[in-house]
T-cell receptor, first 114, second 116 residues
Framework: AQSVTQLGSHVSVSEGALVLLRCNYS??????LFWYVQYPNQGLQLLLK??????LVKGINGFEAEFKKSETSFHLTKPSAHMSDAAEYFC????????????FGAGTRLAVHP | DAGVIQSPRHEVTEMGQEVTLRCKPI?????LFWYRQTMMRGLELLIY????????DSGMPEDRFSAKMPNASFSTLKIQPSEPRDSAVYFC??????????????FGNGTRLTVT
């Protein structure tokens, strides 16, 4: 069965600092993995997706994630945080390796300080 | 494109009342999903449709919940009777089949339901 674990429910960084949000997955089949961002009072927006092509995936807003099969990880990074990056971030795995029955992690709330 | 449109944005109702949430998916998307988000349980998939047909409703909490999709541009999620524990944000999402740019889920802004 597939599952997702996001380490750290809250992460705080300074503006300009590296952002690292951790996600580990469990999947019995090659996974489809996603990162979504949710701003207050809005729905989730797709940041990036991994679908068994390149292991380093670039997304919107300068974010990227690296798929590491040996570590069953899909951590999200951004070299330099901006105030506008403050939001909640969700990692998700496609159950059965597809897009439909996504299992979401509990989310990580990112705070960015001046 | 206007994106996935949900209405109302906020709904406050009393326990025992019927609640209907509405969703208009992105034109051309053939899958539609209903999710519920709570602090305790996070994001849960309730039900999803493909070409207006319910495919998997295993996430629907109980018989008080029902969902319909009468056509490709409209879906409803109904709770009857509502209970305080149904208070949550309900999201509708849609996607296009395949693996292209429109294939991942596109979410609406949600309906915040409060049952008193």
């Amino acid at each position: 069965a597939q599952s997702v674990t996001q380490l750290g429910s809250h992460v705080s960084v300074s503006e300009g600092a590296l952002v690292l949000l951790r996600c580990n997955y469990s999947s019995s089949v090659p996974p489809y993995l996603f990162w979504y961002v949710q701003y207050p009072n809005q729905g989730l927006q797709l940041l990036l997706k991994y679908t068994s092509a390149a292991t380093l995936v670039k997304g919107i807003n300068g974010f990227e994630a690296e798929f590491k099969k040996s570590e069953t990880s899909f951590h999200l990074t951004k070299p330099s945080a901006h105030m506008s990056d403050a939001a909640e971030y969700f990692c998700a795995v496609g159950r059965g390796g597809g897009y439909n029955k996504l299992i979401f992690g509990a989310g990580t709330r990112l705070a960015v300080h001046p | 494109d206007a994106g996935v449109i949900q209405s109302p944005r906020h709904e406050v109702t009393e326990m025992g009342q019927e609640v209907t949430l509405r969703c208009k998916p992105i034109s051309g998307h053939d899958y539609l999903f209903w999710y519920r988000q709570t602090m305790m349980r996070g994001l849960e998939l309730l039900i999803y449709f493909n070409n207006n047909v319910p495919i998997d409703d295993s996430g629907m909490p109980e018989d008080r919940f029902s969902a319909k999709m009468p056509n490709a541009s409209f879906s409803t999620l109904k709770i009857q009777p509502s209970e305080p524990r149904d208070s949550a944000v309900y999201f509708c999402a849609s996607r296009q089949s395949g693996t292209g740019d429109n294939s991942p889920l596109h979410f609406g802004n949600g309906t915040r339901l409060t049952v008193t």
